[in-house]
């Protein structure tokens, strides 16, 4: 029996590179198991909907500015330095507004990971790049890892 | 000596494209105002060129991730028009359906987390959500009924995958849509209590005499056909849209921006504009709340439209019940086509406003030729001119005071640039 009742919910859009989490998550799907419920969304704001009955809530997304493109880290609880200026797109809350509004309704789980991805392009309809998409397997056992106790 | 003002406004902060706002003072007096707004759809018109028609809901979904079923409807029956299909009563009402659904997620959303925190002096819906969690909380709800909804009859909330040139991919079964009834109930009520709670806000004294424009169709409030009708006075099939409107490319930005082909004059798409030409056909609670709250028949103040936006909930919550209580599963869930040369085009009302979109495509089954008009770039010219008749208002304010009277203007028409507290950076350039 998991210690945790967890969600993972992979954030992105269907953008080259903003899919990585999207990615994170098809591939944890058939591995996590009764460890976590996946999820994927598109816009932050949609993970307050799923946070009912959850105490850890963990969150891949993709970001920009912190390393070469396929680089990534592992923002453990409590979210320290978390990058607070990524919006997701322009009719929506950002991912760190949104956790925010989730404290302030007092539904925000008291544990919450974070794995983001340094992308390159995110270019209309596009595919993910070769160096992202290289880095997939390593966030998975991570996550993995982290949520499971175990290597993938 | 002339004393010039200039304030520049880089690109605007957390916003995936440029918004920016250009402000040219002279001896104190406006000398110009421009607008930029990032438009994303210039990249699908261009990248659909080739793509087999099948593709072209699937692809123009992507444009907006809030909006995907408005650039979906728009596509099949622009294509529909091209191929000369004609669709069943049932996948009609299933198309309605969905765009219930995104009017209700893209409105309460919002209405709640966007605009509303402007009229009760917070600077965002997170810093109003210690204050007003019941009415936050409700937002919250009614959004995710609204994707709820895309999930279920869309295939799921992110660009909805069900949709198909002459129907759908699936019917849903009956009880995939009666389990959402009990959902719908709560949300009317919750929808009717949102508008009454708005409708109450104190509203900034901003009227001008628009010309508005939105489809118009004789029985039912427009989703997804419809004449195009202007408070101009004037009425026309949507195949006249380019005889009446075009765009134009504007030396200040990379957008596009739409204006009257005969006296160049801009125009406001949107709620507001629906509200204006369409309010007898809006569903029996929504209109009885209309003359409720006394919403002003003609409305033309720009702020006001959080109020229609919630009016437009309760209409879709109730138009959406009626649909899931009369559902009956329907074969064949799309109509059957043959690839064949043509040109075709249509218009439907995004929640932001009308979104116009024209193609040509071969025989061989290929798109030629796109062009999308979304609702934000039809409302470009009018939002510039609405800030240079505000701005000589407020220019003795600071300009970070300046700045932040522009975002609450620019928001009234929930652009495709108003998901952040501050997303406008202003540009100054005093002489």
């Given at each position: 029996m998991p210690a945790h009742t967890t969600l993972f919910v992979g954030l992105g859009s269907s953008h080259g590179d903003d899919r990585v989490g999207w990615l994170v998550a098809d591939a944890l799907v058939p591995r996590l198991g009764e460890h976590a419920i996946v999820r994927q969304a598109a816009?932050?704001?949609?993970i307050l909907n799923w946070?009912?009955?959850?105490d850890r809530l963990a969150i891949c997304d993709a970001c920009q500015g912190?390393?070469?493109?396929?680089s990534w880290r592992r923002w453990p609880s409590?979210?320290?330095?978390?990058?607070?200026?990524?919006?997701?797109?322009?009719?929506d809350l950002g991912l760190a507004a949104s956790l925010q509004l989730a404290a302030r309704l007092s539904t925000l789980p008291a544990e919450i990971l974070l794995w983001a991805v340094e992308i390159g392009q995110a270019s209309p309809n596009q595919t993910a790049s070769a160096e992202v998409t290289a880095v997939v397997p390593a966030v998975v056992d991570d996550v993995l890892q982290v949520l499971t106790c175990q290597h993938a | 000596m002339s004393e010039t003002r200039t304030i520049r406004v880089e690109?605007?902060?957390?916003?995936?494209g440029e918004g920016a706002l250009h402000i040219r003072l002279r001896d104190g007096a406006i000398e110009d105002v421009q607008l930029n707004i990032y438009e994303p759809p210039r990249f699908f018109e261009a990248l659909?060129?080739?793509?087999?028609?099948?593709e072209v809901p699937d692809i123009t979904a992507?444009?907006?991730?809030?909006?995907?079923v408005a650039y979906q409807m728009t596509s099949v029956h622009a294509l529909e028009a091209a191929l000369g299909i004609g669709i069943s009563p049932e996948i009609r009402r299933l198309r309605r359906l969905l765009y219930c659904g995104e009017w209700i997620e893209s409105h309460a959303l919002h209405i709640h987390f966007l605009h509303a925190p402007d009229f009760l002096g917070y600077e965002s819906g997170i810093a109003m959500a210690a204050d007003h969690p019941l009415e936050v909380k409700r937002g919250l709800r009614l959004k995710k009924h609204g994707n709820q909804l895309l999930e279920v009859l869309g295939g799921?909330?992110?660009?909805?995958?069900?949709?198909?040139?002459?129907?759908?991919?699936r019917a849903p079964r009956r009880e995939e849509l009666a389990a959402l009834i009990p959902d719908f109930e709560w949300g009317l009520q919750a929808a009717v209590e949102t508008t009454r709670w708005l409708a109450g806000l104190s509203f900034p004294d901003f009227s001008r005499p628009y010309e508005m424009v939105a489809l118009v169709h004789p029985d039912e409030y427009?989703?997804?056909?419809g004449d195009v009708a202007s408070t101009a006075g004037y009425s026309v099939p949507v195949t006249e849209y380019e005889r009446r409107f075009e765009e134009l490319h504007v030396s200040h930005s990379t957008a596009l921006q739409s204006q009257r082909i005969d006296t160049r004059g801009c125009y406001f798409v949107g709620p507001l504009a629906r509200l204006n030409l369409c309010r007898e056909q809006l569903s029996p609670a929504a209109r009885r709340l209309a003359d409720e709250v006394g919403?002003?028949?003609?409305?033309?103040?720009?702020?006001k439209s959080i109020v229609a936006r919630g009016l437009e909930v309760v209409h879709a919550y109730e138009e959406a019940l009626t649909i899931l209580r009369d559902y009956r599963p329907f074969r064949p869930p799309r109509v059957e086509y043959q690839p064949r040369a043509g040109e075709g085009c249509a218009a439907t009302e995004a929640p932001r406003g009308l979104i116009y979109h024209r193609y040509r495509v071969n025989d061989s089954g290929a798109v030629e030729f796109a062009k999308i008009v979304p609702p934000t770039s039809q409302n470009q010219k009018q939002i510039e001119d609405d800030l240079k008749t505000y701005l000589p208002t407020i220019l003795t304010e600071p300009d970070n005071r300046v700045a932040e009277l522009c975002e609450r203007l620019v928001r009234n028409y929930d652009p495709?640039?108003?998901?952040?507290?501050?997303f406008l950076k202003l540009h100054w350039e005093r002489t």
């Open positions: 816009a932050p704001l949609d946070l009912d009955g959850i912190t390393g070469p493109a396929g409590p979210l320290q330095d978390f990058p607070a200026g990524r919006a997701r797109h322009s009719h | 690109a605007l902060s957390r916003v995936e659909l060129r080739g793509r087999p028609l099948e992507r444009i907006c991730g809030i909006c995907p799921r909330a992110i660009h909805p995958v069900n949709v198909a040139i002459g129907g759908f991919y427009p989703f997804n056909e919403f002003d028949s003609p409305c033309m103040n720009p702020y495709c640039i108003s998901c952040s507290t501050h």
